[in-house]
């Protein structure tokens, strides 16, 4: 979930685009995942953390006035709706990539003796 967070941040910084936690989390998921659900859960809290520390930084700063007029569109509470939204949506894009990564990167991993030695 850290370095999730911290190659979205890095990301973000060098090319502001808002699908950066996509490819971060599909290689987590591919290089570092244990398994799906584990991938699921770090890419979701990943993409949450970094999309939620980001959202909070902007709606505080320049971006306020459009904060406040696509918060009023939607009908939601200005300072902390549209914030929750975002990071849930972070969280479905980031726990579905991780999760897909992992699945994908099965392909080229061993696979595991499940059934044990034999006798």
């Known amino acids: 979930m850290f370095w999730i967070a911290i190659g979205v941040f890095a990301l973000s910084w060098l090319l502001p685009f808002w699908w950066w936690p996509i490819p971060v989390a599909l290689l987590y998921g591919m290089l570092r995942a244990k398994n799906e659900v584990r991938g699921f859960v770090a890419g979701a809290l990943g993409a949450a953390l970094s999309w939620g520390l980001y959202g909070y930084w902007l709606q505080d700063g320049e971006?306020?006035?459009?904060?406040?007029?696509?918060?009023?569109?939607?009908?939601?509470?200005?300072?902390?709706?549209?914030?929750?939204?975002?990071?849930f949506m972070a969280m479905v894009i980031g726990g579905f990539a991780a999760s897909s990564g992992f699945l994908i990167g099965s392909?080229?991993?061993?696979?595991?003796?499940?059934?044990?030695?034999?006798?």
């Open 63 to 87: 971006a306020a006035r459009i904060v406040a007029r696509m918060a009023a569109l939607l009908g939601v509470n200005p300072q902390w709706g549209l914030l929750a939204i975002a990071v």
């Open 107 to 119: 392909y080229w991993r061993p696979a595991r003796d499940v059934a044990g030695p034999a006798d």
